[in-house]
């Protein structure tokens, strides 16, 4: 098996040299300069060729190549994407939160890698946000929509060993296998295909969900209560308000006792439930449980999706599908 390749990409001064510099202690090899244009007010040196470092990591040895950030160093970014890692794993871009229009650095640089390596997986990471509040996940997840992307974001500090390592364990996680035409004629059926007795069956191989799982998700910022229902519509945990509750009790009242099988954790489904004040509700199902997330809304449901699926693979449960 080839060793793995990574790219990093993004505007100048977004961390990607100090990203690739973190995970490998420094052990990278790069080639600055003094910045000669407007750049210069944001940092002194910018990488002019690359930034490269073999990363061992749990057995494996993984290639990561930076790319400079300004466009007069276009030839480089064709170079490392056609040549020198043209059979990349993934790309990791940067941004910064602190540019004038991130936006617009989203759309450029995705316009421009995207045109070398189109189907190569993606992971976003942001930096900066510590220094400025906006744009917000939400805006994010906004414009990621908008733009038909799909690519796991992250708020990150690229000086932090463990955010980096989150980005590489995006990229390099196995990729969701394709269905066959046996398969769909199977037991691997589409939803779409299967009945209703046959997508809620029971299943005794899946896990509930824990009580520090519960503790993890109650820990994200932005969620501002739980509530776990048993198959009566019961409450077996509850920091929800009097109010939030019933609410969510009414809406889940015509649910029945179910299971939903997920085969793979990046499978996830979800349903969101608006509330009448501020914030959303976020509805998932196990065995016989149902687990509501209220959610302030300065959080994105897809970044919510997100934190919540990073806990589940944190824990030693499976993942638990999302409806």
Request: glycine content about 6%.
């Amino acid at each position: 098996m080839k060793d793995p390749k990574i790219i990093f990409f993004g505007p100048v001064g977004a961390g990607k040299t100090t990203a690739i510099a973190t995970i490998t202690n420094n052990a990278s090899a790069t080639t600055d300069a003094r910045i000669s244009d407007t750049g210069v007010r944001r940092k002194s040196r910018t990488t002019v060729a690359m930034d490269y470092a073999l990363l061992e990591n749990g057995g494996k040895r993984i290639h990561l190549y930076g790319t400079p950030g300004q466009e007069r160093f276009r030839f480089m970014w064709e170079m490392i994407s056609t040549e020198l890692a043209h059979d990349c794993s993934g790309h990791i871009m940067l941004l910064d939160n602190t540019r004038n229009h991130p936006r617009k650095d989203l759309e450029f640089y995705l316009d421009n890698f995207t045109t070398y390596n189109p189907y190569t997986r993606l992971v976003i990471g942001v930096t900066g946000s510590d220094l400025a509040a906006t744009p917000t996940r939400a805006d994010y997840a906004r414009w990621l929509a908008e733009l038909e992307i799909k690519a796991p974001l992250f708020f990150i500090d690229a000086r932090q060993t463990e955010d980096i390592q989150l980005l590489i364990d995006e990229i390099l996680q196995p990729e969701i296998p394709e269905k066959t035409e046996a398969d769909n004629s199977s037991q691997w059926q589409t939803e779409e295909e299967m009945s209703l007795e046959e997508l809620f069956a029971p299943d005794n191989h899946y896990p509930l969900f824990t009580p520090g799982l519960i503790d993890e998700v109650e820990s994200i910022g932005a969620v501002t209560g739980t509530a776990l229902l048993n198959g009566d519509n019961q409450p077996e945990h509850s920091s929800l308000t009097h109010s939030e509750l019933t609410a969510l009790q009414t809406f889940t009242a015509g649910i029945p006792p179910v299971r939903q099988r997920i085969d793979d954790p990046g499978s996830v489904e979800s349903f969101s439930l608006k509330t009448q004040g501020e914030g959303y509700y976020l509805v998932m199902l196990a065995d016989n449980q149902i687990f509501g997330v209220h959610c302030s809304g300065q959080l994105s449901l897809l970044s919510l999706k997100q934190e919540i699926d990073n806990r589940l693979q944190w824990s030693d449960s499976l993942a638990i599908s999302t409806v």
